[in-house]
Each structure stands twice: as structure tokens, then as C-alpha cells.
């Protein structure tokens, strides 16, 4: 096996850190290639070892796909049924990562996410479920204009048709009507198309939180109730083709109790599939329908192959519940949308989502985006993209900003008494009373989250203080003990003990 | 027994039904009558026999109060346990009763409530707490201004102090210092005062919920842990002094799970207690303190001496579950106020106490407003009375209009086909598909809740129809169905069978 690096060592191809490394295999095209031939590799980097399994692409053609978590030189080995693609050895080497490229997002500390490089990630999500299925580049290269202008750094999307769709259609399986899908046969063309979505997206810095099943199907195009052996198949065969891309989440399903083919024990023997086949362990989690006040229909979030709790509750004020529920992240996918819609999750105005996103960031958690004006050019932005028409993304911006501003653990920043984001909501308050300890020196800025304007008060705070506000809705307040940088300053006098006054 | 209506005849002192009939007697100053004396009389019209207890009024007088609920000659013979007061025989006329005079209120089929002459009750309900107390009369007239120029026909009152007061205070008990109260003896003037305010309120035709216990003393006054002798002897000397006047509710404690002094089960006792004291059965009902989400520590409202609902809750959209849960009117007499106090439950902006009235009421429930504007001259309306300086009045008394606009029974209406009042709150639909049954024709209107506008939409609409709307916050569809008077006038074409639209 040294002679491989050795031999090989001036022209092995260089793969970065979290990148993609692709093998390309000719094959058998007779028969059923995606259920008969069977390929992986096996991939090692001194002791360590991992082995994807690859995908049949059409046209004879096979691939492997692997994405490679440490630099070095990665030697690999390919396994089938099939002699053509048994056997093939080789090597690459794998560079450090480039700038911008920091791996897939990992659960950090029971709530939070980062990057594997240990930067930061916040998830500002929103919802385009199936951009990608119309075959319109012109709607489809708007809606990436869309997201770059927009402070989202995660999408999610599906897979899957649904039922009101009409070809000339990309599916995810062969056929274009429904009596002639073939469920056995996969689309190449459909999994490209998406690709070069997914590497838009990822140039954009945007996570693509992959929706496998959905229950929109309603028997149309028989995807929604497929025998356990097709689920199997079509999961295994996004992981080959889509679990080397590091910004891969995958999402179980949307909605998932909605669907009545489907138990929960169906669910659990899915994720579980998911869990050991993926050799990157993306992020996994599975997304409720159920109407609100029925929490308690949240799936287990505890499950060991969950790794963060992906909620639709219209009441982000039940954050702190779920936190409590269950120590993994909270992302409250949906929350409601903005929009126009006759259909209560997606007609909220949007102060009103504005207003749901502070909530629930201010207890802890990470709310989505969506948005859904029925009556505009593009229609339903969470349907196919498009433009944003609502008033909440630059607001969100504005959130996300703050945010970055304010430690990464800002719950437990709160705890330790180094800084504090309180949110008032609808609640307008004339003044509201700090009570950090006596030693604690901090600066306090008022926050308009709906005109977007931070307004520091004069002065430093100390112990106990008393801060007046403007007594309106939607304000919050950040308190941040005061900075070595700030003390470098001659140390005001602490001129707030007995009260504030917001200019 | 006939000689006496015979011989009295000319001059029988006349009583309107549900007015209120007063014997003075006197009696015994030496001791402590308000506990050494009983006394009590037996009314009498034909078989009907009502026996209320008679009061201590101070001074050597003592009085009997009584309703009378049905027009006649009603005899009466008193009882006690002093000689003097023992004995004493009299009749008087009932009248019928005389305009804007409708007797008590009652619970009307389940979740209703109505006046005892039939005519229609819906609670519009405000909280001042203490108006009474401070012996400010300029502030009391001011309250009652406000009061008469509000569309309020309800309003909470306590009648024990707070810690937080100071003398000179009009207190229950004798005594202006902790240090002096004698618990086992009334404040006659006290009590005067008070039930000149609630001749005032009947003037007004506001319902008096008489709130009896509180736990915002914490032993500074002493009067909320009492023993159980005080506290049975205070209740039943309320109901002696104040169970005549007909617009009386029972509120036996505010938020009186925040009273560590008492356990529920002597809550039980004390509603008990209240149930067979009192000959008119008022409405009786106890308030909650706990936080939200904690539904469950709700009083349980279907014990059989509670009449209905009095819950503190910030979220109006629970009170389908109420509903479902006891069948007793749901009265959220604590939704947080409108104001800008530092305290969560009184600083909510008027919009969202308008919205919270607006989604209970069309869920079947009463909301009940107060005010807490901290920094106005006569701080909170909702301790003291005085001037109302929120947004919300005028949308009450709009919302109070539609609502008297409708049918006495707005959900049973619905489920009947011929009513229908859907509010979106913040919700901004473009259009709305009401399903009605094929043959039934309707007229709809709708109504910008903040703007208090009702803009009718053109001709009628039939069957199955999608209504267009405005698509912003606030508002609500009023679908009725075609009266006959509608349809006195040439019917107009059902022009609304494939869609309307909002002028």
C-alpha cells in the first residue's frame, strides 16, 4: 500500500478539507443498475476509515463520491458485485480547506450548531420547497439572487413532487406521468440539475436542509407510500449522490404525521437507516404537522438518531418548554409564514413573524422564514422561490446582525452575567429593572427590532439599575458587561445606579 | 297571617322586583354585636320562603336587606338571638320591576349569561381594584365619569386593602393601622362608602365583581390569614350587606393560588360557604394566579358551586379548550392589560388587548380589560380608577356594538348556519372560501377591528363562495344569512356564487 502514495505522490489529485472527491466508473447499463449492481469504496486515511457507497448516474456511468474530514493522503479501494467495478484503487490527497469553506454544521454544545472547523453557525433558515422541480432557470437564478441579497443561511427544500404538479416536470425517478414513474429507476438528470443548485448554495454559504419525504402526494405520483425496500433504495441513494456535499442536512420527512401510510415506527427504522449509512453523519431531524397546542405530537426528539429538534409550532414562546424537554438544538421550522395566503401557516404579517423570530432567538432557539404571497408575480416564494415581497427579511437581517454581535451562547452569557438580550415583544414597558450584582459594570442599548435601530444609553450602569424606555412594542434590550477594551477608556462613573433614560 | 296584608294595605311601603327592602332596628351597642348577635328574617310570598341574615350597621343599628325576585305582598318576621331584635313583623309590595331595571345576571345555556328578566348579558368587564379605598372622592367621581363613557358593564373590585396602602384608607375593618385592625369588627363607613359607589354602578348598569380575598397583603394587614371563624364571618357579612343589590358578583379570591396562607380545599370551604349564604345565588367564581402555560392549575370550574369561568390566561385562542373542558362561561377576566408598567401582566400595547378581546370573543369566551399607563397622573386604572388613557376603549365598545349586532348565542349561530363571525387577528389572508350549504344566502361584510370600519361587500353570496380580502392584520368577516326583511326587497342575483370581492 506505500507504493501507492509513493508511485502516484507528483500527480495525485488534491481534494480540500470538506470537499469533494469523485471517482468515475463505467459500468453495466443493461438490467437495473440502481437496485442490482452494488459499489462502494473504502476509503483510509492512516487508521481511519470510511466507505460510501457509490451511485449508478445513467449511461453506464458509475460514481463515488467521498468527502474527505482530514488533510493527507487518502487511499481507497472500490467493492461491487459487478468485476467491472470491483477493485479499482487509488489516492488523492486531501489540501486544507480554502477560505469560506469550514465544514458541515455539527451540534455544538446540546443547543447550538457550528461549523467542524469550530466557527460559528447560527441557522437563519427559510423554506423554498420546490425550486428546483420546474425546470425554469430564469425563476430558479432569481431566487439565488434572492438569497444572496437575504440574510438566510440555510434552505430547506424537497425531494419529492407533490400532487399538483404538472410535467413537463423533474422528478426524481424515471417517467413524467404518473402511470409510467418508475419508483426502482432513479432520474440522473433530476439529481444534476440539483446539484448545481446545491453548489450555488453552496458558494452562497447557504445549508440545504434536504426534505427526503413529504405527505403532498396524496397517492398522486405513489411516492408517499412506497414499499419498505423503495424508502431504503431512495434514501441510500441520496446519501451516495448527496452526502458528500458538507451542507447537506437531511430531513426526514416534512410533516410527517400528516402522512397515513407512514407509522412512527416507519420513521424510526427510516432515520435509523439514515444515521448508519451516512459516513458524514449530517445533521438529521424529522419535521411535525400537527396542529398547534399538540405539542405533545412533537416526535421524540430524545431518540438517539435525532440530532436537533426540527419544530413547526406557531408559538415560539414555547421554546423554553422544548429546551427543557430535551437538550438538543431548537429549530422551529415553521412558525407560520409571511404572506397573504387563505391557509393559517402561511398568512402572518410580517411584524408578526418579525416578532416570533425575537421571541424565540431571545429564549434560545432558531426560528425559519417563509414566505407565501398567493396574489404576487412568483407566487408562493416557499413553494418555487423566486422574489421576496415581504417586510420581515430586512428585519431579519438586523436580527442576524445583533446576533452575530452577541456571544454565541448568549442563554448561557445571560447565566454567567456577562450579557443579556431581553426581548418586550408586545409588552411596552416604561422602564424595566436590571438586577445584576453590585460589582457588575455594563452598557445597556435599546433595540427597535421593526425600524431596526440600536440606541445606546448614556453612560455605564452598575448593580441594580433602573433603565427607562420609550414604552412602545417590539423593543428589546441588550445589556453587555463592560469590555477590557472599554475600561482601556478613563472609567465613567457609574451614572446609572439609581436609573437610565433612553434618549 | 291575612289580617296583616289587610290591615296594612294603604300603606305597604312599595319595593321594585330586584330593587333592594331595607328593616332598621335597634338594637344592643355593648359587646361586640358584628360577632355576639344574630339576626335574621323570614321573607314570605305564598309558599316561597327566603331567609336573609341581617347586619351590624355601628351605632346600635341594625339592618335586613332584601331582594325580592317576584312581584306580590311579601310578609316577613325577624329572628335573633337579642330579644329587642327578635320578633319584629312587617310585609311590603313587590312592583314590577322598572326600566333598565332586568334583575340579576344568570348563566344562560351553558356558556351565556343573562339578565333574570331574560334581557341579554354579555360581560364587557374593566378591573379598579381599589377605587374605593382611598377616600379620594374628586378620583371616584372621575373613575365613574370614565366608567359611563366606556362601553364597560362590568367591574372588578376588592374590598380588602393591599400592603401597599397607606391612611388615611377606608379599611373593612375597624382600625387605620395594622397595628389596630380589629378583624373581628367592620368598618360600617366603609362599607357605606362602598355601597354608594355601587348605587352608582347600578346607575350605570355595571355588574359589581365583588372580589373578596386577595393575597396582596403578605401579612401586613393581616386580613389574608385569617382564621377560618374571621373569614366566615366577613363573608357573611358581605352577603348580608351587599347580597341584596342585584348587580353583586362573587369573585372569592383574586389569584388565589398566590395566597400560600390557604389550601384549595379551604377555598372550597369558603365558595361553599358563599353558596349557602347567599338567598339570591349570585354568580360565584374564583380567579387564578399562576403563570402561563400552566392551564392546569386552573381552578377546577366544574365543581357545582362555581357558575362560571373567571381565568387569568394570556392566550385567548385556549378558550376553545376551555370550553370544551367545563361548560360554564369562560370569562378571562386577566388577559395582561393594556399600559406600560415594568410588570408583565399590565404593559401590553392596546392593539394586542383589542386583538386578545377579538380572539376570545370569537371563540365563545368574555375577555376583561384593564390599564396600567404608570406614568400618567393617576397612575394605573386598574389600582385606583380615574382617567383611561389607552387606545383600546373606543375598539371595545366598536367590538361591544358588533357583537350586540349579532345573535345572543354567536357560536350556536354558527354551528345553525346563520351567523357567522371570523376574526383573522394576525392573519392577512387575500381571500377566504366560506363553505355554506348550497341553498343558503348570505351577506358579508368586513371589519377592520383597529379601524372600526364595517364595509359591506356587494350583493349576496351563495353556497360555497371565496370572498376576497384587503390581506392586512386585524381584520374579520361578519357572514349572515338573508333575512326575510333582506329579502322583502327584489332578491338580487346571488352574484357571489364564484367569488366576491372587497370593496
Partial sequence: MEDVGRHMKLKLQEVERWGRFELTLSGPSEGNPFREVRLSARFQYRNRIVEPEGFYDGDGTYRIRFMPDCPGVWRYVTSSNCSELDGHAGAFVCTEAQEGNHGPVRVKERYLFAYEDGTRYMPFGTTCYHWTHGGDERLEEQTLESLAASPFNKIRMCLLPTQDMKPPLQLVFTGEY?????????????????????????????????????PYDKGFWGVDNMDAESDASYIRYCIARLGAYRHVWWSLCNEYDFNKFKTAADWDRLLQLTQRCDPYQHLRSIHNGTKMYKSSSLYDFSKPWITHQSIQHWDAELTTSWRNAVAKPIVIDEISYEGNSSRRWGNISGEELVHRFWEGMSRGGFVGHGESFIDKETRAWISSGGKLYGECVERLAFLRRIMEEGPEDWLGARS?????????????????????????????????????????????????????????????LRVRLETESDAGHPREQAVHAEGGRCG
Fill in 416 to 476: 454567567a452575567g456577562t450579557y443579556s438580550l431581553l426581548y418586550f415583544g408586545r409588552r411596552q414597558p416604561v422602564f424595566h429593572w436590571i438586577d445584576w450584582p453590585e460589582q457588575a459594570a455594563y452598557r445597556v442599548e435599546v433595540i427597535d427590532t421593526w425600524n431596526m435601530q440600536v440606541t445606546p444609553l448614556a453612560g455605564v450602569f452598575q448593580g441594580r439599575s433602573k433603565v427607562e424606555l420609550p414604552g412602545r412594542p417590539y423593543l428589546a
Fill in 178 to 214: 404518473p402511470e409510467e414513474l418508475d419508483r426502482t429507476r432513479f432520474n440522473p438528470d433530476f439529481f444534476r440539475r440539483l446539484e448545481r443548485r446545491l453548489e450555488d448554495l453552496l458558494r452562497l454559504g447557504i445549508e440545504a436542509d434536504l426534505v427526503l419525504f413529504h
